[in-house]
């Protein structure tokens, strides 16, 4: 962000605070479902379940491979049939220069392209087999204090390990793997740069979300057999899977 019309050490440290960067989870939806006749009654029926946490939730719309949206009006009634669901229109992505362009006299924001991989067809390997990654990650990042609503804890091109308890309201994220060595009542959110391979450990379930490579699963959707468990969640055939440990 160009700084220079700031001719004062006041004006440069009002730069510095605009410049500051946060880390936010938001749902994408992807315009061509936004066709499908059946999607109106899923998305109720999805929010019905979990009114609190879909209450006035930013979503992205993905134009990816998507026709039209090349006109505000058309982004202003997405808009609009979101915001009869509770959630809010915030952002575009993956789009088109005249998309781009629309989107933006709607007042939307553009968001840089899904790094979301396509999800794996196979089972997990066999417990004896040796994992391989084509990239080498840094070490994990290790937090040994609870973690405490309201916080949010991201590790950046690795994995996440908590040897604590995380309430309520605390989100972790990372592009590796999570472990949670102790319950997990917040959200986590692992594989958040495109990682399928990623996987949730936790030695009690009692999240309100989880999620892997953008899947998703709210607290209602998870296993009820599989609450205060031990666990581990993966990513199988494009669907979240729990299974205990």
């Given at each position: 962000?160009?700084?220079?019309?700031?001719?004062?050490?006041?004006?440069?440290?009002?730069?510095?605070?605009?410049?500051?960067?946060?880390?936010?989870?938001?749902?994408?939806?992807?315009?061509?479902?936004l066709r499908d006749a059946a999607f109106g009654l899923e998305l109720e029926q999805q929010v019905g379940?979990?009114?609190?946490?879909?209450?006035?939730?930013?979503?992205?719309l993905d134009l990816k491979d998507s026709e039209g949206f090349t006109s505000e009006d058309e982004f202003l009634d997405v808009g609009e049939m979101l915001r009869r669901h509770t959630l809010a229109l915030?952002?575009?992505?993956?789009a088109l220069p005249e998309q781009h362009i629309a989107a933006a006299a709607a007042g939307l924001a553009s968001f840089a392209p899904n790094a979301t991989q396509p999800s794996r067809r196979a089972a997990?390997?066999?417990?004896?087999?040796?994992?391989?990654?084509?990239?080498?990650?840094?070490?994990?990042?290790?937090?040994?204090?609870?973690?405490?609503s309201g916080t949010q804890i991201y590790a950046r091109g690795t994995d996440l390990v908590v040897t604590a308890a995380v309430s309520p309201g605390a989100e972790l994220v990372a592009d590796?793997?999570?472990h949670v060595y102790g319950a997990l009542r917040g959200r986590a959110l692992a594989g958040a740069s495109?990682?399928?391979?990623?996987?949730?450990?936790?030695?009690?379930l009692e999240a309100e979300l989880v999620s892997i490579a953008g899947r998703y699963l709210v607290s209602e959707q998870l296993p009820p057999?599989?609450?205060?468990?031990?666990v581990q969640i993966a990513l199988v055939d494009d669907q979240l899977t729990v299974t205990r440990n």
């Open positions: 962000m160009p700084v220079e019309h700031f001719t004062d050490g006041a004006g440069f440290r009002m730069a510095g605070n605009l410049v500051q960067g946060a880390l936010f989870t938001v749902m994408v939806v992807r315009a061509g479902i379940r979990s009114p609190r946490f879909f209450l006035n939730a930013p979503v992205v915030v952002g575009v992505q993956n997990a390997p066999a417990a004896n087999a040796q994992p391989t990654r084509e990239t080498t990650r840094a070490a994990a990042r290790l937090i040994t204090e609870p973690v405490r590796g793997n999570i495109g990682d399928v391979e990623a996987r949730i450990f936790c030695s009690r057999e599989q609450h205060g468990s031990a």
